[in-house]
């Protein structure tokens, strides 16, 4: 059972996620591809990318983040018929989210920020997808043109 304060979230997609994925292969690399959500705002932007994502993974688990990445985010979220924790750690690698299925399967994403330049979030999601991709999320985000800091405010650029 989840504990803390949860968040119900709709199955139902408002627009279409902010979302690049390398091919369904053997994995390779730091992240399965990059995500760009429209706010910073955790609880609110998880329902798209959920939805997505579960026709990847089936069932999801848990979703795992960076803790200094977002401002208060709920302990756990309702989506569709499932409670969802969501777990924040200091250890995982800033600027990176970590979506989890119940077989223990994973997705980990580059996390563009919010108020990116456009041209530059297009830049990292492109390259993020690419499957010949190896670079950790600071390399990625450092080749787009960000300067992510993680000195306490959530996914600076």
Do not use: C
Not at 13 to 36: C, F, Q
Not at 76 to 83: L, M, Y
Not at 98 to 109: E, Y
């Amino acid at each position: 059972m989840l504990s803390g304060p949860n968040t119900t979230l709709s199955t139902q997609p408002v627009t279409e996620p902010r979302l690049r994925l390398k091919p369904a292969a053997p994995a390779t690399g730091h992240v399965d591809g990059a995500w760009w959500p429209r706010s910073r705002d955790l609880a609110a932007e998880l329902p798209v990318l959920l939805a997505a994502l579960a026709a990847r993974l089936g069932r999801i688990d848990r979703v795992s983040y960076h803790l200094g990445d977002w401002p208060d985010p709920p302990r756990g979220v309702t989506f569709g018929e499932s409670g969802i924790r969501l777990e924040g750690f200091r250890s995982q690698p800033s600027a990176t989210l970590t979506v989890i299925g119940w077989d223990q399967h994973r997705t980990t994403l580059l996390v563009i920020a919010a108020e990116t330049d456009p041209d530059a979030a297009q830049d990292a999601l492109t390259t993020a997808a690419d499957p010949d991709n190896t670079s950790d999320s600071t390399h990625l985000l450092a080749a787009a043109g960000h300067q992510h800091t993680n000195s306490g405010a959530p996914l600076h650029s």
